[in-house]
């Protein structure tokens, strides 16, 4: 998703993209001694180590990439971080603050639960003009950790290759759930796929932390299969037991998960977030059609919804048609600039033209 982003970044204004690797030190260091080994996950692991011990003794992480030096002088510089952790990296960003006259942030993972948990991570941030939060209910509470202005900025999805339109691919996948899944759906899902002729897709693998061989080509898979589906799942992270339940301790925020399923033009089953953001970003009929995560019988759910084709064809092409126009990536980059007093190029102005056009055709009167 940051990959994505920060992609589209550099092709809607004149922008360097700086994505450093890990420091292998490791390889560097003690390539003679040790074993044939994938150096990476190697390396990975010891800095997880590393840093495990350095929070048993009460310090914060060791910055882990590689060291860069900026050399030329910037309006602005944006910092796409995961976590707070992740801001210790800048000390391998030499100049970065000098040779910026702006400086932003854009922060995915923050949850009210953390915030003192991370105290000492946040306060890194009052090096920044801007601090913008993917989940909105943490910015309120921000302010006690850190000088810096924040407010919320929502997901985004490249909905050029995401969108269905102009020419809508067949649905083949009849539901596709990919990461936290409601128990009870899911077990009856996998039923069906066994006695019906029915296409059930869902993660199989155990591993919560799968790297991918390549940014972009996982990134245009997941939307080529998104634009095949039927029924797309989006439960509401709050009301779904997961591994990070105590972290998210019941706070209500706007999935990914619904930005990426509406680009596609799936039709979203679950529940919504019970906060102010999605009824202002998810504004129309059926954006998500609600189901429980305790429901007794998803068949009936989706045989209900398949005896509406007219209802689930406008919804499809609601949800494709407002992603284009509210939630291609480009919209948030263009809200950065301005609250930061920054002007568009072009570029930028011609992508919005691009996903017009592709909207308007979308638009176009249904086959009967």
Same mark, same amino acid.
């Given at each position: 998703?940051?990959?994505?982003?920060?992609?589209?970044?550099?092709?809607?204004?004149?922008?360097?993209?700086?994505?450093?690797?890990?420091?292998?030190?490791?390889?560097?260091?003690?390539?003679?001694?040790?074993?044939?080994?994938?150096?990476?996950?190697?390396?990975?692991?010891?800095?997880?180590?590393?840093?495990?011990?350095?929070?048993?003794?009460?310090?914060?992480?060791?910055?882990?990439?590689?060291?860069?030096?900026?050399?030329?002088?910037?309006?602005?510089?944006?910092?796409?971080?995961?976590?707070?952790?992740?801001?210790?990296?800048?000390?391998?960003?030499?100049?970065?603050?000098?040779?910026?006259?702006?400086?932003?942030?854009?922060?995915?993972?923050?949850?009210?639960?953390?915030?003192?948990?991370?105290?000492?991570?946040?306060?890194?941030?009052?090096?920044?003009?801007?601090?913008?939060?993917?989940?909105?209910?943490?910015?309120?509470?921000?302010?006690?950790?850190?000088?810096?202005?924040?407010?919320?900025?929502?997901?985004?999805? $490249?909905? /050029?290759? +995401?969108? %269905?339109?102009?020419?809508?691919?067949? =649905?083949?996948?009849?539901?596709?759930?990919?990461?936290? #899944?409601?128990?009870?759906?899911?077990?009856?899902?996998?039923?069906?796929?066994?006695?019906?002729?029915?296409?059930?897709?869902?993660?199989?693998?155990?591993?919560?932390?799968?790297?991918?061989?390549?940014?972009?080509?996982?990134?245009?898979?997941?939307?080529?299969?998104?634009?095949?589906?039927?029924?797309?799942?989006?439960?509401?992270?709050?009301?779904?037991?997961?591994?990070?339940?105590?972290?998210?301790?019941?706070?209500?925020?706007?999935?990914?998960?619904?930005?990426?399923?509406?680009?596609?033009?799936?039709?979203?089953?679950?529940?919504?977030?019970?906060?102010?953001?999605?009824?202002?970003?998810?504004?129309?009929?059926?954006?998500?059609?609600?189901?429980?995560?305790?429901?007794?019988?998803?068949?009936?759910?989706? $045989?209900? /919804?398949? +005896?509406? %084709?007219?209802?689930?064809?406008?919804? =499809?092409?609601?949800?494709?048609?407002?992603?284009?126009? #509210?939630?291609?990536?480009?919209?948030?980059?263009?809200?950065?600039?301005?609250?930061?007093?920054?002007?568009?190029?072009?570029?930028?102005?011609?992508?919005?033209?691009?996903?017009?056009?592709?909207?308007?055709?979308?638009?176009?009167?249904?086959?009967?």
């Amino acid at each position: 998703m940051s990959y994505e982003f920060c992609r589209i970044v550099t092709e809607c204004d004149h922008a360097d993209l700086v994505a450093p690797g890990i420091d292998s030190y490791l390889t560097k260091h003690l390539s003679g001694v040790l074993p044939p080994h994938d150096s990476q996950n190697v390396q990975r692991d010891f800095n997880r180590l590393v840093n495990g011990v350095r929070k048993g003794l009460g310090l914060k992480n060791a910055p882990t990439i590689d060291r860069v030096d900026l050399d030329q002088d910037y309006d602005a510089f944006f910092f796409v971080a995961w976590a707070p952790q992740s801001f210790v990296e800048l000390s391998r960003i030499k100049n970065w603050r000098n040779r910026c006259k702006i400086a932003v942030a854009y922060l995915f993972e923050l949850w009210s639960s953390t915030l003192e948990r991370d105290r000492d991570y946040l306060r890194l941030l009052d090096q920044f003009d801007h601090v913008f939060l993917l989940h909105s209910a943490s910015v309120a509470h921000l302010s006690r950790y850190t000088s810096a202005p924040c407010s919320f900025l929502p997901t985004g999805v $490249d909905c /050029l290759i +995401a969108t %269905p339109y102009p020419s809508p691919p067949e =649905r083949v996948v009849d539901v596709y759930s990919i990461g936290n #899944r409601a128990a009870e759906p899911h077990r009856q899902l996998v039923a069906l796929a066994e006695r019906r002729n029915f296409f059930y897709l869902y993660d199989s693998l155990s591993s919560s932390d799968s790297q991918v061989k390549d940014w972009r080509e996982h990134r245009l898979l997941l939307a080529n299969i998104i634009k095949r589906t039927r029924y797309f799942m989006g439960f509401n992270p709050a009301a779904v037991m997961s591994a990070r339940s105590r972290m998210i301790s019941g706070e209500q925020v706007l999935p990914s998960r619904l930005f990426e399923g509406a680009a596609g033009g799936a039709v979203i089953l679950g529940s919504a977030p019970q906060c102010a953001e999605f009824e202002e970003w998810f504004d129309w009929p059926d954006a998500v059609i609600e189901v429980s995560p305790q429901t007794d019988d998803i068949a009936a759910v989706i $045989d209900e /919804l398949d +005896a509406q %084709p007219e209802r689930i064809a406008r919804v =499809r092409r609601t949800n494709a048609v407002r992603s284009l126009q #509210r939630h291609d990536w480009v919209y948030r980059w263009e809200h950065i600039l301005s609250t930061i007093g920054m002007e568009t190029l072009q570029q930028l102005h011609d992508r919005k033209s691009r996903l017009s056009e592709v909207a308007a055709a979308a638009m176009s009167p249904l086959p009967a």
